[in-house]
Protein backbone atom coordinates (compact mmCIF):
# COMPACT_ATOMS: atom_id res chain seq x y z
CA UNK A 1 0.00 0.00 0.00
CA UNK A 2 1.33 3.18 -1.11
CA UNK A 3 2.24 5.44 1.82
CA UNK A 4 -0.33 8.87 2.33
CA UNK A 5 0.67 12.34 1.53
CA UNK A 6 -0.60 14.75 3.36
CA UNK A 7 -0.93 18.43 1.79
CA UNK A 8 -1.80 21.61 3.59
CA UNK A 9 -3.98 24.18 1.11
CA UNK A 10 -4.96 27.79 2.72
CA UNK A 11 -8.51 27.71 2.81
CA UNK A 12 -8.72 31.07 1.44
CA UNK A 13 -10.29 32.61 -1.95
CA UNK A 14 -6.24 33.32 -2.99
CA UNK A 15 -5.11 30.03 -3.58
CA UNK A 16 -8.61 29.09 -6.06
CA UNK A 17 -6.90 29.75 -9.07
CA UNK A 18 -4.91 26.29 -7.73
CA UNK A 19 -6.93 24.88 -5.66
CA UNK A 20 -10.27 24.53 -7.68
CA UNK A 21 -8.69 23.28 -10.38
CA UNK A 22 -7.24 20.76 -8.14
CA UNK A 23 -10.62 19.56 -6.63
CA UNK A 24 -11.56 18.51 -10.30
CA UNK A 25 -8.43 16.38 -11.33
CA UNK A 26 -8.67 12.57 -10.34
CA UNK A 27 -5.71 12.05 -8.02
CA UNK A 28 -4.06 9.24 -6.58
CA UNK A 29 -6.35 8.41 -3.54
CA UNK A 30 -3.54 8.48 -1.41
CA UNK A 31 -3.03 12.18 -1.74
CA UNK A 32 -4.81 13.36 1.05
CA UNK A 33 -5.51 17.85 1.27
CA UNK A 34 -5.67 19.02 4.69
CA UNK A 35 -7.73 22.54 4.33
CA UNK A 36 -6.54 25.44 6.85
CA UNK A 37 -5.52 29.08 7.73
CA UNK A 38 -1.73 28.94 7.39
CA UNK A 39 -0.97 29.34 10.81
CA UNK A 40 -3.04 25.92 11.34
CA UNK A 41 -1.20 24.86 8.10
CA UNK A 42 2.03 25.66 9.80
CA UNK A 43 1.68 23.76 13.70
CA UNK A 44 0.63 20.36 10.99
CA UNK A 45 3.70 20.79 9.68
CA UNK A 46 5.64 21.58 12.32
CA UNK A 47 4.00 18.39 14.49
CA UNK A 48 4.37 15.99 11.73
CA UNK A 49 0.55 15.92 10.64
CA UNK A 50 1.17 17.20 6.98
CA UNK A 51 3.92 16.63 4.52
CA UNK A 52 4.08 19.36 2.60
CA UNK A 53 1.96 22.53 1.65
CA UNK A 54 1.45 26.18 1.76
CA UNK A 55 2.18 27.67 4.61
CA UNK A 56 3.03 31.04 5.80
CA UNK A 57 6.92 32.10 4.35
CA UNK A 58 7.94 32.73 8.57
CA UNK A 59 7.31 29.00 9.08
CA UNK A 60 9.84 27.94 6.59
CA UNK A 61 12.43 30.31 8.13
CA UNK A 62 11.93 29.73 11.85
CA UNK A 63 12.86 25.76 10.83
CA UNK A 64 14.67 25.70 7.62
CA UNK A 65 16.74 22.04 8.40
CA UNK A 66 13.38 20.72 8.20
CA UNK A 67 12.20 21.71 4.91
CA UNK A 68 12.73 22.46 1.32
CA UNK A 69 10.66 25.05 -0.96
CA UNK A 70 9.02 23.61 -4.41
CA UNK A 71 10.39 25.51 -6.93
CA UNK A 72 7.50 27.57 -9.03
CA UNK A 73 4.96 27.58 -6.65
CA UNK A 74 3.66 30.52 -4.26
CA UNK A 75 1.06 33.21 -3.01
CA UNK A 76 2.75 36.69 -3.35
CA UNK A 77 2.17 39.87 -4.60
CA UNK A 78 4.05 42.48 -7.23
CA UNK A 79 2.88 45.48 -4.95
CA UNK A 80 -0.36 45.87 -3.94
CA UNK A 81 -1.91 42.15 -2.74
CA UNK A 82 -5.58 43.11 -1.65
CA UNK A 83 -5.80 40.89 1.42
CA UNK A 84 -3.41 41.48 3.85
CA UNK A 85 -4.06 44.90 5.08
CA UNK A 86 -3.39 47.17 8.26
CA UNK A 87 -6.66 49.05 8.91
CA UNK A 88 -6.30 52.21 11.27
CA UNK A 89 -8.55 54.74 12.03
CA UNK A 90 -5.01 56.94 12.52
CA UNK A 91 -2.42 57.61 10.29
CA UNK A 92 -0.24 55.09 10.55
CA UNK A 93 2.65 57.48 11.60
CA UNK A 94 0.45 58.02 14.43
CA UNK A 95 -0.02 54.48 15.86
CA UNK A 96 3.22 55.27 18.09
CA UNK A 97 2.63 53.79 21.32
CA UNK A 98 -1.26 53.07 20.11
CA UNK A 99 -2.60 49.52 20.33
CA UNK A 100 -2.32 47.48 17.52
CA UNK A 101 -4.36 44.12 17.10
CA UNK A 102 -3.01 41.82 14.76
CA UNK A 103 -4.92 38.21 13.85
CA UNK A 104 -3.97 35.10 15.11
CA UNK A 105 -4.34 33.66 11.16
CA UNK A 106 -0.64 34.23 10.08
CA UNK A 107 2.50 34.74 11.30
CA UNK A 108 4.03 35.75 8.52
CA UNK A 109 2.05 38.69 7.99
CA UNK A 110 2.68 39.60 12.09
CA UNK A 111 6.20 39.78 11.07
CA UNK A 112 6.01 41.97 8.26
CA UNK A 113 3.73 44.75 9.62
CA UNK A 114 6.20 44.68 12.24
CA UNK A 115 8.98 45.44 10.15
CA UNK A 116 7.02 48.14 8.16
CA UNK A 117 5.72 49.34 11.61
CA UNK A 118 9.06 49.80 12.93
CA UNK A 119 12.15 49.89 10.25
CA UNK A 120 10.22 51.50 7.95
CA UNK A 121 7.87 53.72 10.10
CA UNK A 122 10.27 53.91 12.97
CA UNK A 123 7.48 54.04 15.17
CA UNK A 124 6.43 51.46 18.23
CA UNK A 125 2.71 50.47 18.76
CA UNK A 126 1.59 47.95 21.34
CA UNK A 127 0.82 44.88 19.96
CA UNK A 128 -1.85 42.42 20.86
CA UNK A 129 -3.39 39.17 19.18
CA UNK A 130 -7.28 38.23 18.65
CA UNK A 131 -10.34 38.39 16.87
CA UNK A 132 -9.96 40.87 14.38
CA UNK A 133 -13.57 40.12 12.26
CA UNK A 134 -16.34 38.14 13.40
CA UNK A 135 -18.86 38.00 16.11
CA UNK A 136 -15.67 37.44 18.62
CA UNK A 137 -13.74 40.20 17.49
CA UNK A 138 -12.48 42.99 20.22
CA UNK A 139 -10.75 44.96 17.13
CA UNK A 140 -12.96 48.08 18.27
CA UNK A 141 -10.51 47.89 21.64
CA UNK A 142 -7.82 49.12 19.01
CA UNK A 143 -6.68 51.81 17.05
CA UNK A 144 -5.20 49.60 14.40
CA UNK A 145 -5.87 45.99 13.66
CA UNK A 146 -4.07 43.83 10.51
CA UNK A 147 -6.47 41.21 8.87
CA UNK A 148 -5.69 39.07 5.97
CA UNK A 149 -7.45 36.74 3.51
CA UNK A 150 -11.12 36.64 3.18
CA UNK A 151 -11.66 39.03 6.93
CA UNK A 152 -9.23 41.57 4.79
CA UNK A 153 -11.83 41.71 2.22
CA UNK A 154 -14.74 41.70 3.73
CA UNK A 155 -13.47 44.74 6.28
CA UNK A 156 -12.56 46.20 3.41
CA UNK A 157 -15.82 46.12 1.78
CA UNK A 158 -17.36 47.26 4.39
CA UNK A 159 -15.16 50.36 4.69
CA UNK A 160 -14.74 51.21 8.65
CA UNK A 161 -11.36 52.23 8.97
CA UNK A 162 -10.05 55.54 7.53
CA UNK A 163 -6.57 53.92 6.75
CA UNK A 164 -6.11 50.51 4.80
CA UNK A 165 -2.68 50.12 4.14
CA UNK A 166 -1.76 47.50 1.82
CA UNK A 167 1.68 45.40 3.21
CA UNK A 168 2.10 44.42 0.12
CA UNK A 169 2.17 47.66 -1.68
CA UNK A 170 4.30 49.46 1.61
CA UNK A 171 7.14 46.45 1.02
CA UNK A 172 7.42 47.31 -2.21
CA UNK A 173 7.22 50.97 -1.62
CA UNK A 174 10.63 50.34 0.34
CA UNK A 175 12.47 47.81 -1.41
CA UNK A 176 11.14 47.51 -4.65
CA UNK A 177 10.44 43.86 -4.48
CA UNK A 178 7.51 41.96 -4.44
CA UNK A 179 6.55 40.26 -1.55
CA UNK A 180 5.88 36.28 -0.84
CA UNK A 181 3.15 35.60 1.62
CA UNK A 182 3.21 31.68 1.25
CA UNK A 183 5.43 29.20 0.19
CA UNK A 184 4.74 25.60 -0.89
CA UNK A 185 7.11 23.43 1.24
CA UNK A 186 7.94 19.99 1.49
CA UNK A 187 9.83 18.22 4.70
CA UNK A 188 13.13 16.53 4.22
CA UNK A 189 12.35 13.39 5.83
CA UNK A 190 8.78 13.16 2.70
CA UNK A 191 11.68 13.79 0.39
CA UNK A 192 14.13 11.11 1.62
CA UNK A 193 11.51 8.68 1.65
CA UNK A 194 9.19 9.60 -1.43
CA UNK A 195 11.42 11.94 -3.59
CA UNK A 196 9.56 11.42 -6.85
CA UNK A 197 6.37 11.60 -5.69
CA UNK A 198 7.14 14.66 -4.01
CA UNK A 199 8.25 15.72 -7.75
CA UNK A 200 4.84 14.50 -9.08
CA UNK A 201 2.78 16.39 -6.31
CA UNK A 202 4.57 19.49 -7.55
CA UNK A 203 4.40 18.70 -11.61
CA UNK A 204 0.64 18.33 -10.31
CA UNK A 205 0.12 21.86 -8.67
CA UNK A 206 1.91 23.66 -11.18
CA UNK A 207 -0.39 22.19 -13.94
CA UNK A 208 -3.50 23.43 -11.63
CA UNK A 209 -1.72 26.56 -11.34
CA UNK A 210 -1.53 27.29 -15.19
CA UNK A 211 -4.72 25.71 -16.09
CA UNK A 212 -6.32 28.43 -13.38
CA UNK A 213 -4.46 30.99 -15.01
CA UNK A 214 -6.48 30.10 -18.44
CA UNK A 215 -9.76 29.76 -16.55
CA UNK A 216 -9.97 33.18 -13.85
CA UNK A 217 -13.03 34.62 -14.77
CA UNK A 218 -14.94 30.76 -14.16
CA UNK A 219 -13.22 30.78 -11.49
CA UNK A 220 -14.32 34.07 -9.67
CA UNK A 221 -17.91 33.37 -10.36
CA UNK A 222 -17.23 30.04 -8.01
CA UNK A 223 -15.79 31.50 -5.31
CA UNK A 224 -16.88 35.54 -4.97
CA UNK A 225 -20.10 34.33 -3.09
CA UNK A 226 -17.76 33.16 -0.13
CA UNK A 227 -16.61 36.51 0.61
CA UNK A 228 -19.24 37.72 -0.97
CA UNK A 229 -17.73 40.46 -3.62
CA UNK A 230 -19.00 41.44 -6.90
CA UNK A 231 -17.50 39.54 -9.96
CA UNK A 232 -15.56 42.57 -11.21
CA UNK A 233 -13.93 42.78 -7.45
CA UNK A 234 -12.99 38.85 -7.42
CA UNK A 235 -11.43 39.03 -10.43
CA UNK A 236 -9.21 42.29 -9.69
CA UNK A 237 -8.40 40.69 -6.70
CA UNK A 238 -7.58 37.29 -7.91
CA UNK A 239 -5.25 38.90 -10.94
CA UNK A 240 -3.14 40.55 -8.38
CA UNK A 241 -2.61 37.68 -6.75
CA UNK A 242 0.67 35.89 -7.69
CA UNK A 243 1.35 32.05 -7.32
CA UNK A 244 4.53 31.54 -9.24
CA UNK A 245 8.63 31.79 -7.24
CA UNK A 246 10.57 33.59 -10.17
CA UNK A 247 14.32 34.52 -9.24
CA UNK A 248 13.12 37.90 -8.86
CA UNK A 249 10.47 36.70 -6.12
CA UNK A 250 13.11 34.13 -4.38
CA UNK A 251 15.69 37.34 -3.44
CA UNK A 252 11.96 39.03 -2.35
CA UNK A 253 11.70 36.07 0.35
CA UNK A 254 15.60 36.35 1.42
CA UNK A 255 15.27 39.88 1.92
CA UNK A 256 12.42 39.30 4.26
CA UNK A 257 14.35 36.77 6.15
CA UNK A 258 17.93 38.98 6.34
CA UNK A 259 15.20 41.62 8.09
CA UNK A 260 14.03 38.31 10.43
CA UNK A 261 17.74 37.09 10.40
CA UNK A 262 18.77 40.76 11.52
CA UNK A 263 15.45 41.08 14.43
CA UNK A 264 16.83 37.22 15.83
CA UNK A 265 13.24 36.12 14.58
CA UNK A 266 14.79 33.26 12.54
CA UNK A 267 18.21 31.38 12.55
CA UNK A 268 20.58 32.59 10.01
CA UNK A 269 20.44 28.90 8.63
CA UNK A 270 17.05 30.37 6.92
CA UNK A 271 19.73 32.01 3.95
CA UNK A 272 19.88 31.07 1.17
CA UNK A 273 16.48 29.03 0.82
CA UNK A 274 16.83 25.91 -0.52
CA UNK A 275 14.49 24.74 -3.28
CA UNK A 276 13.02 21.44 -4.63
CA UNK A 277 12.41 20.40 -8.45
Known amino acids: MTAPARIGMVNYINTAPIYEIWKE ?18 ELLLTGK ?19 IF ?17 SRLPVEELDGQPVMLTQQSDTSIRLVQIILEEFYRIQPVYSTGAVYGPDSTADQAQAVLAIGDDALRIS ?12 EAWMRQTGLPFVFSVCVVTEE ?8 ARR ?15 MAEICRTVSSRIPMEHAACTHYLHAIEHDL ?11 YSYLVARREVPASALPVKIFS
Open 190 to 197: FIKSQPEE
Open 157 to 168: REGSYAVELDLG
Open 71 to 87: AGLSISATGPVGSVFLF
Open 246 to 256: TPVKIKALETY
Open 50 to 68: IDMGFVSSFAYALHPERYQ
Open 25 to 42: KELPANWQVVEGQPRRLN
Open 201 to 215: IREMLLACRREGGSR
